[in-house]
């Protein structure tokens, strides 16, 4: 599964694209907890103090954010959904 990062996030993971091997059941949530455990600098970046997204965080399946799935953060992944993650973006 490829996992496609944005702006200040490819420093974190040294590079614009990942690749993760798909495991059967896997959520949203446990992609972003295994990404966490190899890139630990992009906790801070993506989850509150709480294990939040925070809201200026977008994680998107498919083209949608993850929190508006329908089962949000618990949403099952198969191995050809395109994953793009982008920190919060400001600019004026």
């Known amino acids: 599964m490829k996992i496609n ?3 200040t996030l490819r420093e974190i993971v040294g590079s614009r694209t990942v ?3 798909h495991q059967e059941g896997m959520t ?3 992609l972003l907890e295994l990404l966490f ?8 970046e993506l989850m509150d103090e709480a294990g939040n997204l925070y809201p200026h965080v ?3 399946i498919n083209g949608r954010d993850a ?4 089962q949000g953060l618990a ?9 793009n993650i ?4 400001g600019g004026g």
């Open 67 to 70: 929190p508006y799935l329908e």
């Open 28 to 30: 949203v949530q446990a």
């Open 5 to 7: 990062f944005y702006a």
């Open 58 to 60: 977008h994680v998107f």
């Open 19 to 21: 690749e993760i091997e």
């Open 37 to 44: 455990q190899r890139y630990p600098g992009l906790r801070r």
């Open 86 to 89: 982008f920190p919060a973006v």
């Open 75 to 83: 949403t099952p992944l198969s191995s050809e959904d395109v994953v």
